[in-house]
């Protein structure tokens, strides 16, 4: 079965202190992987996806095949991070989006 | 605005009444999803539509549930005979074939 799983609901971390956002996957074949999030009061929106490998806001994430793994990180976290994060993945090229249950990231002062 | 706009952007009703509500993609995009948010969880897929063709629907989307993108512009979704269990943010995204999705504001349905 197609699955995202995000371990934590909530992480807290201090402001400057690295992040790290946990999101493993089930699909056998090879999916596109994302992260989506939602700051308070806005739209959900793309934050980066693996395709790009490129680095947003100063998060980056590497796809791990072998351990079917797509880790947020990021060296120094901002109070701007706060917000939810989703990781996602389109199991075919096209096709819906299915997501995990979101990790709230709260960044302590 | 030229994002996804939704409405309307809150909707409460009592259980067993009929909603509809209505998404205007971006335009020329030409593919339109729904999803189901509830609490505590990601978004769920329900449907999408190429222009006016309805090419997926969940198994989520219930004989109550339909939704229709007439001129493959805005699309509807409607719920007949709502039930509590319905409670939930409906999203809305648009799309380019094979490109990023644009999520909409959503619709918060109560049904009390």
């Known amino acids: 079965a197609q699955r995202v799983t995000q371990p934590e609901k909530l992480l807290s971390v201090f402001k400057g202190a690295p992040v790290e956002l946990k999101c493993n996957y089930s699909?056998?074949?090879?999916?596109?992987l994302f992260w989506y999030v939602q700051y308070s009061r806005q739209r959900l929106q793309l934050l980066l996806r693996h395709i790009s490998r490129e680095s947003i806001k100063g998060f980056t994430a590497d796809l791990n095949k072998g351990e079917t793994s797509f880790h947020l990180k990021k060296p120094f976290a901002q109070e701007e991070d706060s917000a939810m994060y989703y990781c996602a993945l389109i199991p075919n090229r096209d096709d819906k989006i299915i997501f995990g249950k979101g990790t709230r990231l709260h960044i302590l002062p | 605005d030229t994002g996804v706009s939704q409405n309307p952007r809150h909707k409460i009703t009592k259980r067993g009444q009929n909603v509809t509500f209505r998404c205007d993609p971006i335009s020329e995009h030409n593919r339109l999803y729904w999803y189901r948010q509830t609490l505590g969880q990601g978004p769920e897929f329900l449907t999408y539509f190429q222009n006016e063709a309805q090419l997926e629907k969940s198994r989520l989307l219930s004989d109550r549930f339909s939704a229709e993108r007439p001129k493959g512009s805005f699309s509807t979704l409607e719920i007949q005979r709502t039930e509590q269990g319905d409670s939930a943010m409906y999203l809305c995204a648009s799309s380019v074939l094979h490109n990023e999705q644009f999520f909409g504001p959503g619709t918060r349905l109560t049904v009390l």
């Open positions: 699909y056998s074949g090879s999916p596109e």
